[in-house]
């Protein structure tokens, strides 16, 4: 079975600040794993995903995540948050040696205050 | 490319009626579909997963007969929320993959529905 852990429901930075969400995971194979974003009433963005290669994985809307395979976690970093980095992220992980689904963490939610 | 879009956006239905909700990949087939559930404030629960051409795979506790999932074409799946009551009010999102072994899978921005 796998599974994904967020520990912090709520992270709030101020503007310009580093941010880091956290996410540890665990599977049986080779891990594929995912970092999305979501708004209010809205679906899933996706954000970056580590498949194999280099540990720092860099993504969109310049958040980056790095992967450490001893320690099984995957934590979404940013150098400098913005007041419209606030929402609701998910960390997602899949068996990439078996086909099939995702599974995703419970997800937290960063606020970013001016 | 890769967008997936859902239909409608959202929805409100009487209790005992039903609801289709569509998926469709608007440019890359998809040979496999995921429908997932949340809840406000919660993750994902994925429901089914539809391979094009075969019948859905369901998640334990998800009920076949009541959420109905068609995967008839590469570009199309969707899910049928059959004689749907106020409990089954929810967000429904689907996403889409190029096949079972694909890295990634593409998001629609979901279905909000409402069961009155």
Known sequence: AQSVAQPED???????NPLTVKCTYSVSGNPYLFWYVQYPNRGLQFLLKYITGDNLVKGSYGFEAEFNKS?????LKKPSALVSDSALYF????????????????????TVKP | GAVVSQHPSWVICKSGTSVKIECRSLDFQATTMFWYRQFPKQSLMLMATSNEGSKATYEQGVEKDKFLINHASLTLSTLTVT??????????????ARSQWGTEAFFGQGTRLTVV
Not at chain 1, 93 to 110: E, I, M, Y
């Open chain 1, 10 to 16: 709520q992270v709030n930075v101020a503007e310009g």
């Open chain 1, 71 to 75: 320690q099984t976690s995957f934590h």
């Open chain 1, 91 to 110: 960390c997602a992980v899949r068996d990439g040696t078996n086909a099939g689904k995702s599974t995703f963490g419970d997800g937290t939610t960063l």
């Open chain 2, 83 to 96: 004689s749907a009551h106020p409990e089954d009010s929810s967000f429904y999102i689907c996403s889409a």
